[in-house]
C-alpha cells in the first residue's frame, strides 16, 4: 500500500492534515510555532480574543484532574485592538494556517472580533460559543436561538469561513448544531471543554480560584466522541472537527470514524509541544494497517 494520504477538506477549507492545533493550547500560534514542527498541522486556532481586555481570573487557574486538567484562564487577552497590532505580519511566516478564535459577552462583540482578526489574515475564524470558565452568565452554546444569532451577524461581517465551537455540556447537541448550521456555519467544532471541580484537600479549598472550570484531557474523549457521531448521524457529510481528549494516533482515527473531517489536539500540547509529530506518525500507521488509503476514505465510516 502507497503512503496514507493525509489531506482532507472542511468545507470550503482545503488542508494539507486533518490535525488542528486547538485554541486556548498554543497561544496566539506563532510563539508556539517557534517551538514546536507546525507540518503536521493543516490548521493552528489562536487564543480566543474578546471586544475590550479580558483580565482572566487570579490564581491558581490551572490544576490536575485526574488523567485530564482544570482550568479556569477566564479567557485573558488584550482586547481585539492590540491583538490585531500584534498579529499582524506574524500570521502569513507560521508555515500554518492560522485561525481566529473570537469570544464575546454580546452579538455585536463577537462580530467586532471576527471582523478584526479577519484584517489580521486569519484563515478562518472560530466562534467560540462555549467557554465554561467565564464568570457566571450565560453560554451561548447552551441555547440554540443565541447561538444562531451570534454565527448569522459573524457570518454576515466576513468574509473568510466561520466555524462554531460547541458546548458538551447542551442537553441537545444536535439542536445547536442545527441551528449554527442554519445560520451558516461553515463548520463544527465538537467540542470544548465541560465544566468540572476538583479540591486540594490539603488546603480544604477549591483547585481554582473561579471554583468550577474547564475540564480536558483524556476522560473527555468518550464525551467529545459521542457528539460527533451524534451531530454526524444527523447531518450526515457536514464538516466538523471533532476535539477532546486526543492523545495518541487511535484517538484521531476513532474521531474521523464517528464522522469528523478534522481532529483538534488541545491539553496533549500542554505537556507536549511537539506532540503533533507523534500523533501524525501514529495515525499514518494505524490506517496503513487498517488498509485505508486517504483521510476521506476513513471519515464517517463507523456510522454509515
Given at each position: 500500500m502507497a503512503q496514507v494520504a493525509m489531506q482532507t477538506s472542511l468545507g470550503p477549507i482545503t488542508?494539507?492534515?486533518?490535525?488542528v492545533a486547538a485554541s486556548g493550547t498554543v497561544g496566539s500560534v506563532w510563539e508556539w510555532a517557534t517551538v514546536a514542527d507546525v507540518a503536521?498541522?493543516?490548521?493552528?486556532v489562536s487564543k480566543s480574543v474578546s471586544e475590550i481586555p479580558w483580565p482572566g481570573k487570579p490564581a491558581p487557574r490551572v490544576a490536575p484532574a485526574g488523567p485530564?486538567?482544570?482550568?479556569?484562564?477566564?479567557?485573558?487577552?488584550?482586547?481585539?485592538?492590540?491583538?490585531?497590532?500584534?498579529?499582524?505580519?506574524?500570521?502569513?511566516?507560521?508555515?500554518?494556517?492560522?485561525?481566529g478564535s473570537a469570544v464575546g459577552e454580546t452579538v455585536a462583540g463577537f462580530v467586532k472580533v471576527a471582523a478584526g482578526e479577519e484584517t489580521a489574515g486569519v484563515a478562518a475564524i472560530e466562534v467560540n460559543l462555549s467557554c465554561p470558565n467565564l464568570?457566571?452568565?450565560?453560554?451561548?452554546?447552551?441555547?440554540?436561538?443565541?447561538?444562531?444569532?451570534?454565527?448569522r451577524?459573524?457570518?454576515?461581517?466576513?468574509?473568510?469561513?466561520?466555524?462554531?465551537?460547541?458546548?458538551?455540556?447542551?442537553?441537545?447537541?444536535?439542536s445547536i448544531a442545527a441551528a449554527c448550521i442554519?445560520?451558516?456555519?461553515?463548520?463544527?467544532?465538537?467540542?470544548?471543554?465541560?465544566?468540572?471541580?476538583?479540591?486540594?484537600?490539603?488546603?480544604?479549598?477549591?483547585?481554582?480560584s473561579g471554583g468550577v472550570g474547564g475540564y480536558s484531557g483524556p476522560g473527555l474523549k468518550a464525551i467529545s466522541l459521542r457528539c460527533v457521531y451524534e451531530v454526524a448521524r444527523a447531518f450526515p457529510g457536514f464538516p466538523i472537527v471533532g476535539c477532546g481528549g486526543v492523545t495518541t494516533g487511535?484517538?484521531?482515527?476513532?474521531?474521523?470514524?464517528?464522522?469528523?473531517?478534522?481532529v483538534g489536539l488541545g491539553t496533549v500540547l500542554l505537556a507536549e509541544p511537539r506532540a503533533g509529530t507523534r500523533i501524525e506518525k501514529e495515525t499514518k500507521r494505524i490506517m496503513k494497517n487498517l488498509g485505508i488509503a486517504t483521510v476521506t476514505d476513513a471519515i464517517g465510516v463507523a456510522i454509515k
Amino acid at each position: 500500500m502507497a503512503q496514507v494520504a493525509m489531506q482532507t477538506s472542511l468545507g470550503p477549507i482545503t488542508m494539507r492534515s486533518p490535525l488542528v492545533a486547538a485554541s486556548g493550547t498554543v497561544g496566539s500560534v506563532w510563539e508556539w510555532a517557534t517551538v514546536a514542527d507546525v507540518a503536521p498541522f493543516g490548521a493552528a486556532v489562536s487564543k480566543s480574543v474578546s471586544e475590550i481586555p479580558w483580565p482572566g481570573k487570579p490564581a491558581p487557574r490551572v490544576a490536575p484532574a485526574g488523567p485530564g486538567m482544570l482550568n479556569g484562564i477566564g479567557i485573558q487577552n488584550p482586547g481585539i485592538d492590540d491583538w490585531v497590532g500584534t498579529m499582524t505580519g506574524r500570521i502569513e511566516v507560521c508555515d500554518v494556517p492560522v485561525w481566529g478564535s473570537a469570544v464575546g459577552e454580546t452579538v455585536a462583540g463577537f462580530v467586532k472580533v471576527a471582523a478584526g482578526e479577519e484584517t489580521a489574515g486569519v484563515a478562518a475564524i472560530e466562534v467560540n460559543l462555549s467557554c465554561p470558565n467565564l464568570e457566571e452568565g450565560t453560554i451561548f452554546a447552551l441555547h440554540a436561538g443565541l447561538s444562531a444569532r451570534v454565527v448569522r451577524e459573524v457570518v454576515s461581517a466576513v468574509n473568510v469561513p466561520v466555524g462554531a465551537k460547541l458546548s458538551p455540556a447542551a442537553s441537545d447537541i444536535v439542536s445547536i448544531a442545527a441551528a449554527c448550521i442554519d445560520a451558516g456555519a461553515d463548520f463544527l467544532t465538537l467540542t470544548n471543554t465541560i465544566p468540572g471541580f476538583g479540591v486540594d484537600i490539603a488546603l480544604a479549598s477549591p483547585k481554582l480560584s473561579g471554583g468550577v472550570g474547564g475540564y480536558s484531557g483524556p476522560g473527555l474523549k468518550a464525551i467529545s466522541l459521542r457528539c460527533v457521531y451524534e451531530v454526524a448521524r444527523a447531518f450526515p457529510g457536514f464538516p466538523i472537527v471533532g476535539c477532546g481528549g486526543v492523545t495518541t494516533g487511535h484517538d484521531v482515527v476513532e474521531y474521523l470514524m464517528s464522522g469528523a473531517s478534522a481532529v483538534g489536539l488541545g491539553t496533549v500540547l500542554l505537556a507536549e509541544p511537539r506532540a503533533g509529530t507523534r500523533i501524525e506518525k501514529e495515525t499514518k500507521r494505524i490506517m496503513k494497517n487498517l488498509g485505508i488509503a486517504t483521510v476521506t476514505d476513513a471519515i464517517g465510516v463507523a456510522i454509515k
